[in-house]
């Protein structure tokens, strides 16, 4: 049962995963590539594999919450995880499919904070999972910098 649970969340996250993925790759051609691009933007093409690897990290943090007794916290902590995968979801398609750099901002911010609070309950329970955690908070920090300095380079995007 434990093992289904874990493909469970697996399935879970790399359906928001592809899902973001095909409204990204729909805009990389021509959109995207209009804007001006940060001197700190990586690399189109370290995108993917960074992103396979946050979201197998989120999954493993998932379960292994999900896997402790029921309590009113694990219920919340669970609901916090679904909510910060709505909010991912949610910016790739306000920043790559409305073109909105401006709300996809304040979205990563909403993001952030959300990963934030739900890292801190993981630690509360499992501090394994708040390890887990950790470099998706680290990567969305980083996003935010960047969805920053795209939004400051190219005001006339929104």
């Known amino acids: 049962m434990k093992w289904a649970s874990l493909l469970g969340w697996f399935l879970l996250c790399y359906a928001v995963a592809v899902l973001g ?13 209009s804007l001006k691009r940060p001197r700190i933007a990586p690399p189109n093409w370290v995108l993917g594999p960074v992103w396979s690897v946050l979201y ?14 029921p309590t009113p916290l694990r219920s919340k902590a669970l609901l916090l995880f679904l909510v910060q995968l709505v909010l991912n979801l949610l910016w790739t398609w306000i920043f ?16 952030w904070i959300a990963i934030g609070a739900e890292t801190v309950i993981f630690w509360r329970m499992q501090q394994s999972a708040a390890w887990f955690m950790a470099p998706y908070w680290a990567w969305v920090s980083f996003a935010a910098v960047l969805n920053f300095e795209y939004w400051r380079l190219n005001p006339d995007s929104d």
Do not use: C, K
Request: glycine share 6%; net charge negative.
């Open 21 to 33: 993925g095909w409204w990204t790759s729909a805009e990389l051609r021509d959109w995207y590539l």
């Open 56 to 69: 197998a990290f989120m999954a493993i943090a998932v379960w292994q919450i999900g896997l402790l007794p």
């Open 96 to 111: 790559f499919r409305e073109h909105d750099i401006g709300n996809a901002l304040a979205d990563v911010f909403l993001l």
